[in-house]
C-alpha cells in the first residue's frame, strides 16, 4: 500500500513555496523573461549574471513557479548519450548537466548521481544499442561504459537483458526544487519574479515590446519567451509563423508499491525508438525514494491535461485543425495503438516494466502523477526532435524545448543569452 497519499495527477509540493507572489510587475524593464520554469528562470539568471545593470523581470502566469513540465516530469539529470551529433541536444546536454551538478552544489539543491543503465532485452536491439554507444562516446559523455547480461546484474540485480549501456554519472533531482533555487537567486539579486501574471498581448512600440497582462502592462527593450506548452501562441502574437505549433503529450506514471521498490536501484531504461523524439517507458527512482513508470505519451486534449479526461475546446481544436497532426495520426497510428493502451491499462503499461524486471507485476504499481509534454510538431507531420529557438523584432522565442530541456537548461540559457545578444546588438 502506498505510504503517503497524493492526489492524481499532482506531485507533492513542499509546502513553504517561497516564490508565491512576491512581486508586483513592473511597467518598465529592459529584458522582460516570460515563463517561471525551469528555462524561463535559468535564462534570466543567465542574463542578469552577464549584465549586473541590466533590469530584468520574470512574469509566470500559474500562481507558482514550475507549474507545469519543470514540476511533472521524471525528475533525470541525463547523462547525453542518445543525440545525434550536431544537434543542440548534444551539445547543450553534457555541459547543462555538468553546469547543474555544480548549481545544485551552490545552492545546496538536493540531487543524487544513481546511474542508469539502458537495456537491450534481446539481440535484435544490439544495433541500435551500438549506435547509442556510438552517439555517447561522440558526446563526451563522462564514464560510459558497455556491459554483459551478468555485468548489467551487478548495477541493477533484478533487471535481465543481453547487454546494457551504464552512464553512471545520470543524475536525479527535483527540477521544481532546481527552479525555486534559481528563483531565489534572482530575486535576492534584485530581480522580480511575479507569479499570477498571464502575458495576454504582445504589442509593438516605438523601441519597446510591450507585454500585455492581467495586472496591466510590463514595457521592454527585448522579450524573452520560454513559454512551454504555450510558446506558438505568443510567438504567433509577437509575429511568428504559425509553425511549428506544439501539440501536448500526456505522459502518465505508475509508481511501483513501497514493498517492492527495492528491486531498482537508479534508471533503467529500453533502447528507444530511434525515429520517435520520446526515450521509452521507463523504471526511475526518485529521491524521496519513489520508483516510477512511465511515461507514457498520448496526445492530449488540452495543454494542461493532467487529467485523461481534461480537454479544454481551444486546445483540442488547435491540434486537430493542424496539417501535421493528422499527418502524424497516419505515420504512427500503430504506435498510437499501444499508447492508448498504456494509457488506459495499468496492466498493460505495468507488463512494459516486466519486460527488463521479471519481478515485478501488475499489482506491484500504484497510479501515480502525469506531465504534459509540450512537443513541437512540423506542418507535414514531423515531431520536431531538436531544441528551436527563434527571433521576431524585439523577441527570441523558445519554441520546443523537450527532454533534456530541464538537464540542459544552464546551457541552454546560455545559448539564449547569446541570441538575445546579438538580436538585441
Ligand atoms: C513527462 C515528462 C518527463 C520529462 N522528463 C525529463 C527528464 O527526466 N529530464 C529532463 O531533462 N527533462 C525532462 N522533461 C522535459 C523537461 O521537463 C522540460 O524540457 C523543461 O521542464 C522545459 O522547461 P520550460 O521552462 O521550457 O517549460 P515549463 O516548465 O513548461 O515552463 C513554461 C512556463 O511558462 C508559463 N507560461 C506559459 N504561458 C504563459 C503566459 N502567457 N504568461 C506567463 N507565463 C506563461 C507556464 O505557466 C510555465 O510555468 C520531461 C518532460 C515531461 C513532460
Known sequence: MPTRRMARGSRAQPE???SLVTAEPPGEVDVTIVGGGILGLAAARELTRRHPALQAAVLEREPKLACHQTGHNSGVIHGGIYYASGSLKAQLCVAGAR????????????????GKLI?????????RLDELERRGRANGVPGLRRLGAAELREVEPHCRGVSALHSPQTGIVDFAA????????????GTPVVTRCEVTGVERRAHRIALVHGRGETRARFAVFCAGGWSDRLAVKAGASAEPRIVPFRGAYL????????????????VPDPSLPFLGVHLSRHLDGEVSLGPTALLALARDGYRLSHARLRDAADSLVWPGTWRMARRWWRTGLIEIRHATSRRALARAASDYVPGLEPRDFLPYFAGVRAQAL??????????????????????????????SALALARLIADRAEAAFE
Open 16 to 18: 513553504t513555496d517561497r
Open 99 to 114: 553546469e547543474l551538478y555544480d548549481f545544485c552544489d551552490e545552492s545546496q539543491t538536493p540531487y543524487k548521481r544513481c
Open 119 to 127: 537495456v537491450a532485452r534481446n539481440p535484435s536491439e544490439l544495433p
Open 178 to 189: 532546481v527552479a525555486r533555487a534559481l528563483a531565489a537567486e534572482l530575486e535576492a539579486n
Open 255 to 270: 509508481r511501483v508499491c513501497p514493498e517492492r521498490r527495492h528491486m531498482v536501484r537508479g534508471l533503467i531504461y529500453p
Open 378 to 407: 512540423r506542418r507535414d507531420g514531423r515531431l520536431v526532435d531538436d531544441f528551436v529557438v527563434s527571433t521576431t523584432e524585439r523577441a527570441l522565442h523558445v519554441r520546443n524545448a523537450p527532454s533534456p530541456a530541464a538537464t
